[in-house]
């Protein structure tokens, strides 16, 4: 299940750059497409669920509801993807999805604390287990793994809630990852934790950190 929102509804919530309306809808965009083309790419049942058609009074909420929906189909196994991994891959997905096939709590551990990817056969979700996690928190995962239940758990990868965690997470792609290129088209960005990001070469990132109160600190090269 790709649980998503629209791009316009993504970075009401989120914040990619500082005032910069247009670049987060770029971002947001193509962190969709991109992710959902992933899923598609497994060749497993597909099914988005949006924002607009998500019920449910918290995020907690309208995910249970649409993990029983896709269940009272007759699955056996659901795997849930958000859209702001782009690290994300198919083969972690079907690796993912064998797993859970196999009867394990498969986990996606997200470097915030949170996860960026469920997989859980029928048998083992307890909806109103599933309500109280701490969604929405660093201490998700954590939570997760308290769980009795068989389970495996994937590389943690960067997923995207801010302006340092989009420098982050494209900083450790590989440069054949669809991405990379349209990202460099992005730079310079101009990010609220008061430094300019740019590529001094292809791949190569800098950070330029700028202080209110002092002179300019020295460019640090990452």
């Not at 924002?51 to 196994?77: D, H, M, P, T």
């Not at 915030?112 to 287990?129: E, H, N, Q, T």
């Not at 609220?192 to 330029?208: A, E, K, S």
Request: with cysteine.
């Amino acid at each position: 299940m790709f649980f998503t929102q629209k791009p316009q509804e993504e970075i009401a919530r989120k914040r990619f750059f500082f005032r910069q309306k247009a670049k987060e809808l770029k971002v947001a965009s193509h962190l969709i497409r991109y992710v959902y083309g992933q899923a598609v790419q497994t060749g497993l049942p597909v099914f988005s669920s949006y924002g607009n058609r998500q019920q449910g009074e918290s995020f907690a909420a309208r995910l249970a509801n649409e993990a029983e929906k896709v269940y009272a189909q007759g699955y056996e196994q659901l795997l849930i993807i958000g859209n702001d991994c782009p690290a994300i891959t198919t083969e972690a997905l079907l690796q993912a999805a064998r797993s859970c096939e196999a009867g394990n709590l498969v986990l996606g551990p997200a470097e915030d604390g949170g996860v960026y990817l469920i997989a859980l056969p029928k048998s083992g979700f307890d909806k109103a287990r599933f309500l109280q996690l701490p969604w929405e928190s660093d201490q998700l995962f954590e939570a997760f793994c308290q769980w009795q239940v068989p389970q495996e758990i994937l590389p943690p990868l960067i997923d995207i809630d801010s302006p340092r965690e989009l420098v982050r997470a494209f900083q450790f792609l590989p440069d054949r990852h669809p991405l990379v290129g349209w990202f460099r088209h992005l730079l310079t960005i101009r990010v609220p934790v008061r430094f300019w990001v740019f590529l001094d070469r292809p791949g190569r990132l800098i950070l330029r950190f700028i202080s209110l109160r002092a002179p300019p600190m020295p460019t640090r090269h990452i």
